[in-house]
Structure formats: structure tokens, C-alpha cells
């Protein structure tokens, strides 16, 4: 097994920080769409962050799961970063953005239902047809339950993985707060997905939002990564026998360096956590088959 890795979502207020503790950063994530029309000294700049660390490519407007085409301009763009940074691999969300020429401005969950499925299916397909290698896809954290759904999360979410060549990138966080937010149980979601399938690791933290007795959890990228987030992580490790990317995402709200860095470090005990009780178990799982 190739070694698991560990880093951090570039943001520029984290800028000094992160290029001055690269040598406890394994990979560095930086959000695509920032750089779709960035200016030539700041393509510059992602460049030579490139030369200096692995990075990888996350997107947030495509809308891969629409029955709406991703737009080809959209994706020319991807391409063109791509060729440019040479990234490790690239990611976009599982949601939709647009429809009927309409922009929502933010991600959302779609229903549920074979049409959204193989709407993404054939998006995927489209977008390693273009830009030259499948994204990695990322589930999304939803404050109501998709309107028209005919089944739950883990059962649409394999159906995508199980049929396209797209890997999945497990946002744990999202996850908690979905289970939190609908009743279900996060690791029986776990155990219910192809867990050889997953590739990357979103790890964050979130605030609770609403009037007492009908309170949802907010996946807002301004908090620290709660408790539970780190079990899931390790429950995941103890299950995958493939490397993990880990990467932790913040977008405001800023602590020191230092506090990011030890929730990294936190994230690294979680998975060798995972991966210890996952060689633990496995003499009695040999004895058993």
C-alpha cells in the first residue's frame, strides 16, 4: 500500500502559513475555480506552489449531478489548469449549481432518483472525455432532505461510484452532519458504500443553526473538526485497505497555523488508529473465512 497523506485547503489568508511548514504538509488542495481567470502573477504563484508541493485540483461550479450537460466552457477551463499545475489528481462536488439557465449560487443536493444518476454518469463521462482523466466526486452536506427522492444517500451514491470510473472523494464532515440532520447512522453509511472506492478525505467543521427542537447542522468551513469526525476517519482507515489523501478544509474564521496543523496531525493518529485495529482484526478474519 502507497503511504497515506495528509495536507490542508489553500486559502490566501493561510498563505505564509502553510509555505512555511511544507515539510509537515504532504499535499496541498486548491479550489480550481479560483484560478479559472486569475491574473498571470497569481497562475505564477500556483505554479510554483506546485514545484514545491503535490496539489491537487478541487472544483465547486460544475454541477456534475444535474440532468443538465456540464457546460464544455466550464470544463476547457479545467483543462487548461490542469496542463498548467499538473495537479495529482482533480475533484468536483456531487450536486447541482444551474439549471433552465437559472445560477442557484450555491451547492445543492438534487433528488435522489435514476435521472439525476445517470445525469451524472454521463457528466463524469463528459468530463474525462474533455479534460483527459475522471474527477474524483464529492458528496454534499444538505440542510432539507432532496425533494422528489425515491432513495437515501449511500444507495445513490454507490449507484454513481459503482458505475463510473470516477473515484469518491468522502467529505466526513458532510457526512456527520447529514446523518445528524435525517436520522441515519454515519458508519452503517460507511460500511453500506465501496469503500475500495474511496481515494480523499474532506475533513471540517460546522455549527449548529436553527430554532431549539428543529436545529440542522451547517457545514460552514469555520470550526474546528469536531470529535465524532475523527472516529469516522479512523473507521474509514480500519476499512480501506487503499492509500487515503486527507485534507482539511477551512475557509474562515482563521486559528493559528499551529491549531490547523494539529488537527492534521490529529487526522494522521486517526487513520493509523484505523489502520492498527484494521490488522488487528484481520488474524480472526482469515480464521473465520
Request: a negative charge.
Amino acid at each position: 500500500m502507497n503511504a497515506d497523506r495528509f495536507g490542508i485547503g489553500w486559502r490566501p489568508r493561510l498563505a505564509a502559513g502553510i509555505l512555511s511548514h511544507l515539510d509537515r504538509l504532504d499535499v496541498v488542495e486548491v479550489i480550481a475555480d479560483d484560478y479559472f481567470h486569475a491574473a498571470r502573477d497569481q497562475r505564477r504563484a500556483l505554479r510554483t506552489l506546485a514545484a514545491q508541493v503535490p496539489i491537487t485540483l478541487h472544483g465547486v461550479s460544475l454541477g456534475m449531478a444535474s440532468t443538465v450537460p456540464v457546460e464544455a466552457k466550464r470544463l476547457g477551463q479545467m483543462v487548461r489548469l490542469c496542463e498548467e499545475v499538473k495537479p495529482t489528481f482533480w475533484s468536483e462536488h456531487l450536486a447541482f449549481v444551474r439549471g433552465g439557465g437559472i445560477e442557484i449560487g450555491h451547492l445543492a443536493a438534487p433528488p435522489r432518483t435514476e435521472a439525476t444518476i445517470e445525469g451524472a454518469l454521463a457528466n463524469l463521462a463528459r468530463a474525462k472525455r474533455i479534460v483527459g482523466v475522471a474527477p474524483q466526486v464529492e458528496n454534499v452536506a444538505t440542510l432539507i432532505e432532496p425533494p422528489g427522492s425515491d432513495r437515501d444517500e449511500a444507495a445513490w451514491l454507490s449507484a454513481i461510484i459503482r458505475n463510473s470510473e470516477s473515484d469518491l472523494l468522502l467529505d466526513l464532515h458532510n457526512l456527520h452532519a447529514n446523518a445528524l440532520n435525517f436520522g441515519f447512522d454515519a458508519p452503517e453509511f460507511i460500511a453500506r458504500i465501496p469503500i475500495e472506492r474511496v481515494a480523499t478525505i474532506h475533513l471540517a467543521g460546522g455549527k449548529w443553526i436553527g430554532p431549539q427542537g428543529t436545529q440542522r447542522l451547517l457545514d460552514d468551513h469555520l470550526h474546528d473538526v469536531p470529535d465524532p469526525v475523527y472516529e469516522l476517519l479512523a473507521a474509514v482507515a480500519a476499512r480501506a485497505p487503499q492509500a487515503l489523501t486527507v485534507i482539511l478544509e477551512r475557509d474562515g474564521n482563521f486559528p493559528s497555523i499551529a491549531s490547523l496543523l494539529a488537527q492534521v496531525d490529529r487526522a494522521r493518529e486517526a487513520v493509523a488508529r484505523g489502520r492498527a485495529d484494521s490488522r488487528a482484526l484481520l488474524p480472526a478474519r482469515e480464521e473465520a473465512a
